[in-house]
Nanobody, 125 residues
């Protein structure tokens, strides 16, 4: 089983930046897809972005974050990052890292088998 641990969340002001980290352990991630999801208070969990582990191909379909958030990965550190820029109060929520063994970039929650515990991001106005 792949274990994922998010970190880097916290409090930021509107217009500021945060860099979230997702440390992976348990097995190789070759062929995996790594994704970021978020859940705002009182709302459903939503897909943010994803990246293929080996090729680094990115997937951005969320209109709210596209152009502001950047996903990346470090093969040496076995870590996936979510660089969040120009933060807005509506970015507030719990951010989750997830892993899919399917090897295909996807926004579907059910295709991600492993999930981190989440890290809280709060953006003040």
């Amino acid at each position: 089983q792949v274990q994922l641990v998010e970190s880097g969340g916290g409090l930021a002001q509107a217009g500021g930046s945060l860099n979230l980290s997702c440390a992976a352990s348990g097995r190789t991630f070759s062929g995996y897809v790594m994704g970021w999801f978020r859940q705002a208070p009182g709302k459903d969990r939503k897909f943010v972005t994803a990246i293929t582990w080996n090729g680094g191909t990115t997937y951005y379909i969320d209109a709210a974050t596209k152009g502001r958030f950047i996903i990346s990965r470090d093969n040496v550190k076995n870590t996936v990052y979510l660089q969040m820029n120009s933060l807005k109060p509506e970015d507030t929520g719990v951010y989750y890292c997830a892993a899919s063994a399917g090897g295909v970039l996807t926004y579907a929650d059910e295709q991600y088998e492993s999930w981190g515990q989440g890290t809280q991001v709060t953006v003040s106005s």
